[in-house]
């Protein structure tokens, strides 16, 4: 029998030891998974943290350029509407009276296509009143006026 014991103990020490090197291994490996996961985690948090911030200021991003290419749009489209404006005097002659007015005409022009047609008015001028200026004040629209007569003298400078 005290052979057999003999024969048996180291055996039985083997697996004890291979037994306990196995726990003690299975515990190290949890240890350090449970690390990974933590650093793991950490970092995902971080992610997620900096995609909703990122995520917010590239939405706040899109809608600025938005705006602002509106912004730009509608002043490109205002830079191109203009007015044309072209005016002439009339007399009325009556059998005891005659009658001088000023005739004021308007359109409004996107680039080189008209958008009304001409607009005319009619204003009754006094003896030695200034045709010039009643001009000015009886524009309709508040954009510069671009005449007839000033297009023409653009055209023979150009040419």
């Not at 449970?34 to 971080?46: F, S």
């Not at 009325?92 to 022009?109: A, C, D, F, G, P």
């Amino acid at each position: 029998m005290e052979a057999l014991i003999w024969i048996l103990l180291p055996g039985f020490t083997a697996v004890a030891s291979g037994l306990l090197a196995w726990f003690i291994m299975q515990s190290r490996m949890e240890v350090a998974l449970a690390q990974q996961r933590e650093h793991l985690a950490e970092t995902r948090g971080a992610l997620d943290a900096e995609k909703s911030a990122l995520g917010a200021s590239l939405d706040t991003a899109l809608r600025a350029a938005e705006a602002v290419a509106k912004c730009e749009a509608l002043e490109h489209f205002m830079d191109e509407l203009r007015v044309e404006q072209r005016h002439y005097t009339r007399e009325n002659r009556m059998l005891t009276h005659n009658r001088k007015s000023l005739v004021l005409q308007e359109r409004m022009y996107f680039r080189n296509l008209p958008l009304s047609d001409w607009i005319e008015h009619e204003i009754t001028v006094e003896e030695g009143a200034d045709v010039g200026r009643l001009v000015q004040d009886m524009t309709i629209f508040d954009k510069g006026v671009v005449s007839i007569a000033d297009g023409s003298r653009a055209k023979k400078q150009l040419a």
